[in-house]
Structure formats: C-alpha cells, structure tokens
C-alpha cells in the first residue's frame, strides 16, 4: 500500500493528465485489439474459402478422372506436375499406399517439388473438415485441407505466412498510433488541465494569502477574498471558492468579535479599578480619620456610615459581576409565577422617591400579567430600566410603564421623551461595560453592567429585551414567555 501511495502522483494536475493518458493508452489498445482480431478473423476466413475452394477443385478432379491442377492421371496415382490453375503459394500432394507426389506453385507458372520428409509431414495430416493450421519443415505455415477419394489422400494448402505479417503490420502498426495518440493526449491533457485548474489555484493563492496574515491579536480587519469571477456556484471550483468567502466572512466577524472582547476587558479592567478604587480610597481615608486620637464618638460614626456605603456600593459591582458569570455558565434561574403588574408598581413606586422631578407613569390593564421566572432577578431587570431612563434623561422627562398580556407572551415596556440614545452606541448598547459617557466620572453612572445585566437575565428566561430609539422617544421592551 505504500509503495502505490507512492507511484500515484501527489499533485491533482498530474493525477488527471496520467488519468488521461491512462484512458487514451487503454482505448487505444484496446481499438487496436479489437481491429486486430477482427481483421485477423476476416483474413483467416477468405484464406479458408480459398484452401475450401481449391480443394474442392481438386477433388472433383479426382472423382472425375481429370487432370488436378492441370495434370493428369499417371499409372500408380495422379500426375501432377503442371498447376496453371492453382493460386500462387498453393501447395497440391497425394498420398496412396505406393506413391506420394506433391508441388508447389512458385509463381508463373513454375512449380516446385516437394520432398520425400516434407510429403511425409503431408501424409500425417488426418482428414479434416475444415481447414486446420500446420507448419511444415521448409514451408512455413500453412492452412490445409485434408481428404481421401477411392484411396487417395488428398491434402490442399495455402500459405497463411502473409496473413501473419499483414497481422504483424497491423499490430506495429496500431501500436505506434496508440503511442503517438498517448503522446498527443498527454500534451493536450497537460495544457489543459492545467487552464481548467488555474481558477482553484487563485482559490488557493487567496487561502495562503490569508493564512499569512497575523491573526494572534488585535484588529484583523478586512482580509483578502476571492475574486467574484470564481464564485459561480454552477462550477465546483466556485464552489469551493463561494464557501471560502463565507469562511472568510465568519473568520472575520469571529475575530472582530474576539477584537471586541480584548476591548471590552480592558475597558472593564480600567472601569473595575476605577469603581473599586474611589470606595476603597474613601474607606481608607475615612478609617484613618476615624482613627485619629482626637476624633470624637459623633465622628466615628460618621466615619463608620461612609465606610458602610462605599462597602455596599462594592458589593453591589462584585454581586452583578458574579450574577453574569453565573447566567453564562447557564446556570438555572428560579421557577415560579411572577406577577409583573406587581413589579412595576413596587419599581416605579421605588423611582418616584428617587427621582421625584421626573414624571412617571403607568399604564396597566386591569388583570395582572403573570409569567414564570424569577421574581427578584425580573425586579432586578425592571429596576435596571428605571434606572437607566432616570440616568440619562433630564429632569423632567416622562417615564411611562407598560405591561400587557398577549398570544406571543407578556411584555413589559419603559419609555419615555428624553433625547434618546446615540445611534453609535445602539449597536453595542446591551454588551458589557458599554456606557453612554466613556469618561469615569460618577455621575456618568455605573460600570455599564445594568442593560447587559438585564439582557442577560431576558435571556435566561427565554425572552428577549430590545430597544427602539429616536430622539424624544425611547423604548426598552422586555417581552417574555407565558
């Protein structure tokens, strides 16, 4: 097996020029074959009528009391040392108890006598019925018919030496075509296999061009394609050369996407170390004045309240960070029936005394919306969208909440009249770490985990949270499964 890996060419160019010239030789012997077979049995065959023919001759001849092949009757069997009428090469012998005689026609007329072993071969022919094959010593080959009349062994032959090299020459001659056929072919095949395949050689030139390319870090970018001539999906080759681009296409969205998470974490680790570092400051600074030998009970306390919201404000970022971490590990969340109706009087109650100068609203039916889930994460999600709209509108917008029931599912949506979200940040606005303002000041609001956090749990509840923006309205829908 390895030794015919070996003998098969590797390259697909030289696999399907040997494939070509591999047909040609076989169609080619075997037209050659099969002309000389049939040319060998038509030739064969008129040499059989002739032998047929003159023997028949020959014995009619005899029965009759006349001359055979010209001669006539002697004492002791026929004479016949004339043959005007036999065909050239014909051989003519009798062989009787007492007497044997035989000749050949040499040409003109002439004959040529036969000798005492070469009629003794003769005599050893047994009577056929159809012409039979034989070599004779000094003659060659010869087709012979063998008969006996009124004790006489007749025996006809002709000589089947010029079948033989007509044959020959057929055969030399079929080979060589053959060749110089397999010749041409693989001159042929070479040129153009070699055009056929040129397409799937740009194809691969495009594939090594982008495997060249640094794709271990950073932003790749727009990466070669094949050209739009060899993705016709009609032919194999623009086949294979349309999946590439596809792959392509994925290749760089996946490396865009990856590009966007190196983005992302470092921005996360420069928001992280922001929001963690200003309440470890305060609680550092705080605990050191509160330590003061000339610090009074009144401003302990004190101390200890700032220290107490600082710590709160850090476990409120650690807690959503771990909460992310466990809906991408897909984590279940709990299962039970949610009145939503609920939730949005207790967050819009809770945003009212936050933010008593905007105005906010409700529009409610009159039966409750329940869906299963998790109660406190669906507050969770809620209470991120009042935030949000609190956040970034300005004092007095209208906030308006909405929750209604219908056959594709229950669907809670916050809006409201302020200016909008930017359309640059629309694309991104639900990934981690995103925020309207890329500055880190504290009134720009969190670590930009609210909406991704509140996304992340629609998910998880089989639903989906979506935002419609224009400036002076603003929709946040979070619609789930009933």
């Known amino acids: 097996m390895t030794l015919v890996r070996r003998l098969v060419p590797a390259s697909l160019t030289a696999r399907l020029v040997a494939t070509v010239v591999l047909l040609v030789a076989l169609v080619g012997l075997l037209v050659s074959g099969l002309t000389t077979a049939a040319l060998s049995n038509r030739l064969e065959g008129q040499l059989d009528k002739q032998v047929s023919d003159t023997h028949d001759r020959d014995v009619h001849a005899l029965q009759s009391g006349m001359p055979i092949g010209g001669s006539f009757p002697g004492p002791d069997g026929p004479d016949i040392r004339d043959a005007r009428s036999q065909g050239e090469g014909t051989l003519t012998a009798y ?23 070469q009629l003794s071969q003769l005599g050893a022919l047994p009577e056929t019925r159809q012409p039979i094959g034989k070599e004779i010593a000094g003659l060659g080959d010869y087709r012979f018919l063998v008969s006996t009349v009124d004790g006489v062994t007749l025996v006809t032959g002709v000589p089947s030496q010029q079948l033989e090299e007509t044959i020959t020459s057929v055969v ?21 296999v070699r055009r056929q395949l040129r397409p799937l050689r740009e194809v691969a030139r495009t594939a090594h061009e982008v495997a ?11 990466t070669a394609r094949v050209p739009a001539t060899l993705t016709d999906e009609r032919t194999e080759v623009g086949q294979v050369g349309s999946a590439l681009n596809v792959l392509l296409g994925h290749m760089e969205s996946s490396l865009d996407a990856r590009h966007r998470s190196e983005q992302q974490v470092r921005q996360f680790v420069a928001d992280a170390s922001h929001e963690l570092r ?21 401003r302990v306390l004190h101390v200890l309240d700032k220290v107490q919201a600082e710590s709160r404000r850090m476990t409120s970022l650690v807690e959503d960070l771990l909460l992310l971490a466990r809906l991408d590990a897909g984590r279940p969340l709990a299962r039970e029936d949610v009145d939503l109706t609920h939730l949005v009087l207790e967050a819009v109650g809770d945003a009212r005394v936050v933010a008593p100068d905007h105005r906010w609203k409700l529009d409610l039916g009159d039966e409750a919306v329940v869906v299963p889930g998790d109660a406190q994460r669906l507050h969770q999600v809620l ?11 300005p004092a007095g917008t209208t906030v308006t909440v909405s929750a209604w029931r219908s056959a594709s599912g229950a ?33 720009s609001g969190g670590a930009g985990l609210g909406l ?26 979070l619609t789930l499964p009933v």
């Open 172 to 192: 030399v001659w079929g080979g060589g075509f053959t060749l110089l056929a397999v010749a041409v072919a693989g001159g042929i095949a070479i040129v153009v």
């Open 278 to 298: 200003t309440p470890l400051a305060t609680i550092q600074g705080y605990a050191e004045l509160g330590l003061r030998p000339d610090a009074d009970p009144e």
């Open 383 to 393: 209470a991120n969208l009042l935030t949000n709209a609190r956040r970034h509108t």
């Open 411 to 443: 669907t809670v949506a916050v809006h409201d009249d302020g200016p909008g979200v930017p359309a640059d940040l629309q694309p991104t606005l639900f990934e981690r770490f995103t925020r309207g303002d890329s500055s880190r000041t504290r009134d």
């Open 452 to 477: 991704s956090l509140a996304h992340a749990i629609a998910v998880a509840h089989g639903g989906t949270l979506t935002c419609l923006s224009a400036p002076g309205s603003t929709t946040f829908s």
């Open 95 to 117: 062989v009787t108890p007492t007497a044997s005689a035989g000749l050949i026609r040499t040409g003109r007329g002439d004959t040529q006598q036969l000798t005492d072993a």
């Open 212 to 222: 060249g390319l640094p794709l271990e870090t950073g932003e790749v970018g727009m």
